[in-house]
């Protein structure tokens, strides 16, 4: 009977942790959400940003191979993805560029990015299956890597670095 009880007592604390933790992760996803107006003008500020999308928009369109109904229900989502993620990266390069006193708030704060990233990548992850197959999805996370890989390539071989 008493462990009979202890499960009892455990499955409610489990309970209480998984809706906290979801109502939590809902908080932080409107809170980007909120904020996705203002990251479209940082980013429409700077051209440089905008014809870097636009470039990686075509590589992937053209990787991918869309349809017309794919890509029409596609890229809105994409973007603000894309939105989401750059906005969680931005708030984790300020948290660790600001030297605070408490270094261990620092490092929770760090994580807890991280785990936004996760989260958002799960979210949209599951948006995008509704609209295209396992096999582009795949494709296009190997697309994204490639493009990055060039584009951090290129910047190199504009700046070289100097040791």
Known sequence: MTMNKLFKHVFFVL???????SAYSQNLRMQLRERKFENKVARAQN??????QVVKEAFL????????????????????????????RRLKRLNNSDAQANGAEQVKKDLDYDAQLVDIKKHYNEEFMKILP??????????EREFNDE??????????VKQ
């Open 47 to 52: 051209p440089g940003m905008r014809k870097v």
């Open 15 to 21: 309970v209480i942790s998984c809706i906290s933790y």
């Open 151 to 160: 584009l951090v390539r290129k910047l190199h071989e504009q700046n070289p």
């Open 61 to 88: 369109n053209q990787q991918l191979a869309l349809t017309r109904a794919q890509a029409e229900r596609f890229w809105p989502i994409y973007r603000q993805y894309q939105n989401e993620l750059f906005e969680v």
């Open 134 to 143: 396992p096999e582009k999805i795949s494709q296009l996370i190997k697309s």
